[in-house]
């Protein structure tokens, strides 16, 4: 072969090498982008680890991530959209949930229906921050019990035996401090008429069981396996929530409503007369309405409820019929999208100030007529 004929054989080879390597590697992004969808990061701000909310979230988050590569989530609207990482965040509660939320720092949180209506209204412990006017609600999930757990030798009978004695109402972050607030308000009864403590939930039973405590306020889905084991070892006993100071209660705070805790919730006890208050998973108005609307329906998907049904608590556990009732703030679109697709929520009606429709048009008139 003469050198010039080398020279452009050699030249064209080149050519369709370099040509081949950038369709290869286009070919590769391509399926590489195919492949890695983008990653949506989610957060659900709960409680405690050993309160209600912390394995609900974690349930949630289970339920709706979607990563690459996980079998359950072959199936149409089992998870969350693809690439969907939900994680859950142990917090103080119900208000600190809130503020996280209003203040951008978490995409979700679980809350009490009476917190979010102080929020919403910019009241309590919010007075400062004003109206939470981005507040939205997702679903209701659950109905959690206001227990009051006495020492078994403190001779609490009633929320009245509780003056002087030392009572946990909970941090100042929490739902259970506002609520026991307003139980203590029903019965003639203040932070003043009782030796207060402000620490959490699980070190509040602490204290109970080793004696430095009278008596604890706790709201939780019932079973609450704190309150459960003070149960069992015999230490405490559950004080019923009754009477006049219960109709105050009920007539002061419209989000509680009057429930009884079942014989046999808690293994060797009685029925309890008590007030319960639903749980809320609330977002910021700013989350996508496809988004929220991906997550409502994987969450009520049936294949989901074998393992809802197992982390059963308090009640009417993420059930559809009550999902969009008793919510103290607006619906997300998204959610709200859902819930009417399913017939649970009714869709707006028409405001009287609406423009009505056009009528539809007439035949034609005839030839010649007057117009």
């Avoid at 997702?138 to 009051?148: P, R």
């Avoid at 989350?287 to 009640?315: H, M, T």
């Amino acid at each position: 072969m003469r050198p010039q004929r080398q020279i452009a054989f050699f030249s064209l080879l080149a050519g369709f090498v370099a040509a081949f390597s950038v369709l290869a590697l286009a070919a590769t992004g391509i399926a590489q982008g195919l492949e890695a969808p983008q990653r949506v990061a989610f957060q659900i701000s709960t409680g405690s680890t050993t309160g209600s909310y912390y394995p609900v979230g974690q349930m949630l988050a289970d339920l709706l991530s979607h990563p690459p590569g996980v079998g359950r989530c072959q199936a149409v609207d089992v998870c969350g959209p693809v690439g969907l990482i939900v994680s859950t965040r142990a917090s103080e509660g119900s208000i600190s949930n809130v503020n996280a939320i209003t203040s951008g720092n978490v995409s979700s949180g679980i809350a009490q229906a009476d917190v979010v209506a102080l929020a919403v209204a910019g009241k309590g412990a919010f007075a400062k921050t004003g109206p939470a006017k981005q507040l939205r609600v997702i679903a209701n999930l659950y109905g959690e019990d206001v227990h009051l757990l006495a020492a078994k030798n403190a001779n609490i009978k009633s929320v009245a035996d509780l003056r002087g004695k030392r009572v946990s109402i909970s941090t100042e972050g929490s739902g259970t401090i506002n609520t026991a607030r307003a139980v203590l308000a029903a019965y003639r009864l203040s932070e003043r008429s009782i030796v207060a403590n402000y620490d959490s939930g699980e070190k509040a039973t602490d204290l109970l069981q080793s004696g430095a405590l009278d008596a604890v306020f706790y709201v939780g889905g019932t079973p609450v396996n704190l309150i459960q084991q003070l149960l069992d070892e015999g230490v405490a006993v559950l004080v019923p929530i009754n009477g006049e100071g219960r109709n105050r209660l009920l007539a002061s705070q419209r989000y509680l409503y009057a429930h009884t805790i079942p014989e046999g919730a808690y293994s060797g006890a009685g029925e309890v007369e008590t007030v319960a208050v639903d749980a809320l998973w609330i977002t910021d108005a700013n989350q996508p309405e496809a988004l929220i609307y991906a997550l409502v329906k994987s969450v009520f998907n049936p294949a989901n409820r074998p393992a809802i049904d197992a982390e059963r608590v308090g009640a009417h556990f993420l059930e559809l019929g009550s999902a969009a009732k008793g919510f103290t703030a607006p619906l997300h679109p998204g959610a709200a999208r859902y819930f009417m697709e399913m017939g649970v929520l009714e869709p707006p009606a028409q405001t009287a100030n609406a423009a009505p429709p056009a009528p539809a048009p007439g035949p034609a008139p005839p030839p010649g007529a007057a117009k």
